[in-house]
């Protein structure tokens, strides 16, 4: 299960990166060699993080469409590394943009009922990335997530509230789905048919703020 559940999750975390109100709460610490999918977007002139995705194929990565859409007339201005799970500026491998694709449905509206709705988007890179023990693609699901299925967050949100706190290394949370008839006592806004809930247990996890897009 480490596929579409880490996909989707921690696609959300990539807008932590970028809003710096996405919080991976009570994880640990993760192994390049055990998730070597991972990717992270940077700004090619002062190399602060913006984002995060995964690697699908060697030259394309799997990301949110909030951390690129800014982005879509200007990609020579970020880099994607791969390798690593730090966000020290020497760690990695920098790769250009070739092209970025939304999802045609998403609108980029800034609201809790729409603004994860398809909330994803493929950027293809210049130059292929050559696979090994440190990069290499996910394996996706060839099926739906369903309740109990486990899996896993990551990312480099800020690991205390409601003081912040980034880490330099990324963060690692287990997860399980939930069922609608748990996760609707207590989650407020819309759930698409699209999209699930996975919880581990209390003070784990990520967490986003009322002020996450403000």
């Known amino acids: 299960m480490k596929s579409l559940i880490a996909v989707i999750v921690f696609g959300l975390l990539s807008i932590g990166a970028l809003s710096k109100n996405v919080r991976i709460i009570g994880g640990e610490v993760g192994d390049v060699r055990l998730y070597p999918f991972i990717a992270n977007f940077k700004h090619n002139q002062f190399l602060h993080m913006i984002g995060s995705g995964v690697i699908i194929s060697n030259k394309h990565i799997l990301t949110t469409a909030q951390v690129v859409v800014d982005f879509l ?48 988007a493929v950027v293809k890179l210049k130059k292929s990335i050559p696979f090994n023990a440190f990069q290499n693609a996910i394996e996706l ?14 990312g480099w949100g800020s690991t205390t509230y409601p003081t912040l706190s980034y880490p ?17 006592q207590y989650i407020t806004f819309l759930i698409h048919d699209t999209q699930f809930v996975a919880f581990d247990k209390a003070g784990v996890g990520p967490c986003v703020s009322s002020s996450a897009n403000s």
Request: net charge negative.
């Open 73 to 120: 007339d200007r990609w020579a201005h970020l880099r994607v590394f791969t390798g690593t799970v730090s966000t020290e500026l020497s760690r990695g491998t920098p790769y250009k943009i070739d092209d970025i694709f939304l999802h045609p449905k998403y609108t980029d509206v800034r609201n809790y009922d729409e603004m994860h709705l398809h909330d994803i």
């Open 141 to 154: 699901l060839d099926r739906d997530v369903i309740e109990n299925d486990h899996g896993y967050v990551l």
């Open 168 to 184: 330099t290394q990324m963060q690692k949370a287990n997860m399980s789905v939930i069922s609608e008839n748990v996760y609707s």
